[in-house]
């Protein structure tokens, strides 16, 4: 059975939520497809200890603030979650869960959704399905040989399955440091990273972040020189956690190995580290494989755009899947301005054709 919608939004995490509410009130008919059986997006597969980098009242959607969380001045994923949670139901977001969208189509007019539930036809789609689902491995060599325990970021709890063992952390930005510090008192650990860690300075947070990826957007659009954007200030938000072990000379970083033994890790220079375990926060690639029909992605899985509209496809915009899709999209803070430009444009876009 193949039904319609004039939109079709593609995940139900916070870039989805956040182009729902302003489709919503632009009056626009749309449906929210999302592959998981509960609301939250990824955030509710999040370790134990994930905390926001930024106050609740500065990390909120469009429409509605987070509200604080007692005794936390960062919430934790597991108060993100509620808040998500409650942001759809309060705007009656019309979301249908445990559809796994498959494939997105031309198919005249219209583009065709393909799912495990059924087709559908809609006059434009919003792509939202963020990166968490697409975790990245580097190719190191021997890593077929190493005989203990392999995981991503996305796969990694709480430090509790780890006591006592020696684990090794690789990467050095957020998910890295962050998880680097929850192991840091209970394992014998090895953190490993690139380059010497780079952490802001204590005082910033989410909050400058935003602003800083806003203006360098504006900068860009002017024709002005560009600041370097969030990368330029450095790549560790120095989180509570991640400071005390910091001070607390805890969070030494040693430079990236050279190969995977059996029992470990080694380096250039013949120096090894065992390890019955390693975690690799090594990163993601967007979750764009359900957009491969449309034959649009180019270098290193983007696909180009304008603002967040394909420029092949007029018709499909991508939402929340770092600055090429809007600065700071990949943020609840940063998503709700391309939310709202995408949701204007299709809106614009529609009225065109009914015209």
């Known amino acids: 059975m193949t039904r319609r919608a004039d939109v079709v939004v593609i995940g139900s995490g916070q870039s989805g939520l956040a182009a729902g509410y302003h489709l919503r009130r632009l009056g626009v008919e749309h449906v929210i497809l999302d592959a998981q059986v509960a609301p939250g997006g990824a955030w509710q597969h999040a370790w134990d200890s994930l905390h926001l980098f930024s106050p609740a009242a500065f990390s909120s959607l469009p429409g509605r603030f987070m509200p604080p969380q007692p005794g936390e001045v960062y919430p934790d994923a597991g108060h993100v979650v509620s808040y998500l949670a409650d942001y759809e139901k309060r705007y009656e977001l019309p979301v249908q869960r445990g559809v796994h969208v498959e494939a997105v189509h031309r198919d005249g007019e219209f ?48 430090p509790g399955e780890f006591t006592g063992r020696r684990v090794i952390v690789v990467g050095g930005g957020n998910s890295g440091a962050q998880i680097a510090a929850d192991l840091a008192h209970s394992t014998e650990l090895t953190w490993v990273t690139q380059r010497e860690p780079r952490y802001l300075a204590d005082d910033i947070d989410g909050r400058a972040l935003f602003d800083h990826a806003t203006a360098r957007r504006r900068a860009l659009d002017e024709g002005r020189t560009d600041t370097g954007g969030v990368a330029s200030l450095g790549d560790i938000v120095a989180v509570p956690p991640v400071r005390e072990a910091r001070d607390a000379g805890l969070l030494k970083a040693q430079p990236m190995f050279t190969r995977l033994t059996p029992g470990g890790v080694e380096w250039a220079d013949g120096n090894r580290a065992e390890a019955d375990a390693i975690i690799w926060c090594t990163g993601f690639r967007p979750a764009l494989s359900h957009l491969a029909p449309l034959g649009l992605r180019v270098t290193r899985g983007h696909i180009p755009t304008e603002g967040t509209r394909a420029v092949g496809e007029p018709r499909l915009h991508l939402l929340g899947y770092g600055d090429w899709t809007g600065p700071a999209s990949a943020t609840l803070i940063g998503v709700g301005r391309p939310a709202r430009d995408a949701a204007r444009e299709i809106a614009a876009l529609l009225a065109a054709a009914s015209a």
Request: proline share 6%; no cysteine.
């Open 111 to 158: 583009l065709r959704v393909v799912t495990d539930t059924g087709g559908w036809q809609a006059r434009a789609v919003i792509s939202a399905t963020g990166t968490w689902w697409r975790p990245f491995i580097p190719a190191v060599p021997g890593r077929a040989d190493f005989t203990g325990t392999q995981l991503h970021t996305v796969n990694y709890r709480s």
